[in-house]
């Protein structure tokens, strides 16, 4: 085994101006000096010479009136707006987004094999493939170049990850599982448990075998804790470029189409298919073998226990409100059935 080399560090940002930043993000200067130093990004409302905040439309005039940030991000309608330095983006967002990476601290894991992980005879680890303390990599393993193993993971057998990617503290790759090039497993996630697949026998539950795996794409990010359960018979599919946020179950046999973001907390329940570009919400719960299509938002906490056969955005929640409005509101929801029922009485006699 290999020696573990190398230190973390802090991103090597350089000596930022404001001049450089647009250039370098394809934005325009209005106002401000070029050669104006740029070493950090803050909100707008807490802002700091020196730093690069952003507006991204009229709902935030007023803190964009009030800014102490050094320079601001903002779309051309707020220019007039803006009283300190000024760039201006089609999209501030993302351009904010691209320059606050800048200075995001980014670890650098050591390359090598620490002395206390195992790594079986059989396994290929890549070039430059770091390996935390205690993690263990099961036979017949595949790791890609530029990897990194976070200290206690466990990879099962057969496992192939691509390269440049990164697996969490803590997390559990289950054998035969295929990820691509560039994913990000956070702390802690279960990638190819068996799903929760089961048998009534008349007096009990009798467990369904799950043959299956889970194939994950390129490019994709799954939070802290999250579970992707393995397929039954057929395997579990991630696209390319999916965003799963942290303590979301996927169930077996499920396909979640390229893109794709999920957010916290959501339930996706076994053999359901999500199409391509959508979102769904924190806490959202999507029922067994539901098909969606391409391109459907999913508002948060809503339930999905059919199809959704259209794109756009779906809904299926109340709103917060004073807890003696919703007594009153439920109270009139369970006399429904009686009110129909004597409306019904009402129309056959008139």
Excluded at 225 to 250: C, E, Y
Excluded at 313 to 337: D, Y
Aim: hydrophobic fraction near 40%.
């Amino acid at each position: 085994m290999s020696s573990m080399q190398g230190k973390e560090s802090l991103p090597e940002s350089g000596n930022l101006t404001l001049g450089a930043v647009a250039e370098q993000h394809d934005l325009r200067l209005v106002s401000g000096a070029a050669d104006m130093p740029i070493h950090g990004v803050c909100p707008l409302d807490a802002g700091q010479p020196g730093q690069l905040a952003y507006a991204a439309g009229h709902e935030q005039s007023r803190a964009l009136a009030g800014t102490t940030a050094g320079a601001v991000i903002v779309p051309e309608p707020l220019v007039q707006q803006c009283p300190v330095a000024t760039l201006v983006a089609t999209h501030p967002q993302l351009a904010f987004a691209r320059i606050a990476a800048l200075f995001e601290y980014q670890p650098r894991d050591p390359v090598g094999i620490h002395a206390t992980a195992v790594v079986h005879a059989d396994a290929r680890l890549g070039h430059a493939v770091s390996v935390g303390a205690n993690a263990v990599i099961g036979a017949g393993c595949e790791i890609g170049a530029g990897t990194s193993i976070g200290a206690n993971a466990v990879l099962g057998d057969n496992v192939r990850i691509g390269d440049h990617g990164r697996i969490g503290a803590n997390a559990t790759i289950h054998y035969n599982v295929r990820i691509g090039a560039r994913v990000r497993v956070g702390s802690a996630a279960v990638i190819g448990g068996r799903g929760f697949g089961l048998v009534h026998t008349g007096s009990g539950w009798e467990e369904i075998p799950q043959l299956g795996t889970v194939i994950m794409g390129d490019d994709v990010e799954v939070g802290a804790s999250t579970t992707v359960d393995r397929g039954a018979l057929a395997d579990t599919v991630i696209g390319d470029h999916v965003r799963i946020d942290n303590q979301i179950q996927i169930g077996h046999n499920c396909h979640i189409g390229a893109r794709t973001v999920i957010a916290g907390a959501a339930g996706i329940a076994g053999s359901v298919t999500i199409g391509n570009d959508c979102l769904v919400g924190g806490g959202v719960g999507i029922g067994d073998h539901v098909t969606i299509v391409d391109n459907v938002v999913i508002t948060a906490a809503s339930q999905v226990p059919s199809d959704i056969t259209e794109a756009g955005v779906w809904s299926s929640t109340f709103r917060v409100m004073p807890a003696g409005q919703w007594r009153r509101l439920l109270a009139r929801f369970r006399r429904l059935g009686q009110m129909d029922r004597r409306l019904r009485q009402l129309e056959k006699t008139t």
